[in-house]
């Protein structure tokens, strides 16, 4: 999701390039070909079998992540099953702020907190008697660390944590719809799927980075590869734009680069590469 910018150039001599000084971007900023996120389905698009991840162990959620996931899980259940199935709000619900609000208390505080202390008031006084039994029913979630007396639901309609893409941040746990994964270079809060009860594989985030299930990261440890996909660009991206840029700009390219380009098809699917026998 994170937006990048690809500057493609093309010489084309000076007086050519005076002349054309207004020129669309190579590629808009909309979906190629129409696709709609809603169709990503990642079991099938980019997950791994589970029983097909050696180790898989190391990147499922201890217990006490589920135990937080969990019981966040039950005031989502609770909320919707009294707002009849509506979405929860979409600011950060923090535990630690629910509770009337006294005015004087916010004098001297910045605008956001002020915002973000209202709101959470407001969500409270509305669902008191739901949210004061599930915090008696969850000992007032005082063995959770502050991070996780947090949550922000961003999920849309999804209709429990179990069903969304999760981020455990230090803000708080963040509920993501299933057709979003965030930023991979946020290596210490790698990507939870909710219904696989794990973190995303370096195999899984290389597939999210267009890299194929051949490409290799030797023996280097999960952290180092995480942070290389992070710091890395789309293999798909990069391709769509660099053949773009060459279909626009053929008349002023040699055929020896228009040719195989365009011939190459619109995704890119490179061989795998052959052992290498010593002679």
């Not at 009337?100 to 505080?109: K, M, N, S, Y």
Request: charged residues 30%; glycine residues 6%; proline residues 8%.
């Amino acid at each position: 999701m994170r937006e990048r910018v690809f500057i493609m150039g093309t010489y084309v001599g000076r007086r050519k390039a005076i002349r054309q000084t207004d020129i669309e971007p190579v590629v808009q900023k909309i979906p190629v070909g129409k696709w709609d996120p809603r169709d990503w389905d990642l079991d099938r698009d980019l997950l791994q079998p589970d029983d097909e991840i050696a180790e898989i162990e190391k990147y499922r959620l201890s217990s006490n992540e589920i135990e937080w996931i969990q019981t966040w899980d039950d005031l989502v259940n609770r909320v919707r099953e009294r707002r009849k199935g509506q979405r929860l709000p979409g600011f950060p619900i923090w535990a630690d702020s629910f509770a009337a609000i006294d005015e004087r208390e916010l004098v001297g505080l910045p605008a956001w907190k002020i915002g973000f202390l209202r709101k959470n008031s407001s969500f409270y006084l509305e669902y008191k008697d739901l949210i004061d039994d599930w915090l008696a029913a969850s000992q007032n979630l005082e063995h959770f660390p502050a991070s996780r007396r947090k949550l922000e639901w961003q999920a849309q309609d999804s209709t429990s944590l179990w069903e969304t893409v999760m981020h455990l941040r230090p803000s708080g746990i963040r509920a993501k719809p299933p057709t979003y994964l965030p930023a991979l270079v946020a290596m210490a809060q790698t990507s939870v799927i909710g219904w696989r009860k794990r973190r995303i594989t370096p195999r899984e985030a290389a597939r999210l980075q267009g890299l194929p299930d051949w490409f290799d990261f030797g023996n280097q440890s999960d952290a180092v590869t995480y942070k290389q996909l992070g710091n890395g660009v789309a293999v798909g991206a990069v391709y769509h734009v660099f053949r773009e840029h060459v279909r626009r700009d053929g008349e002023d390219l040699p055929l020896e680069i228009v040719d195989p380009v365009l011939s190459a098809g619109k995704m890119p699917k490179p061989p795998r590469p052959k052992k290498f026998v010593k002679p």
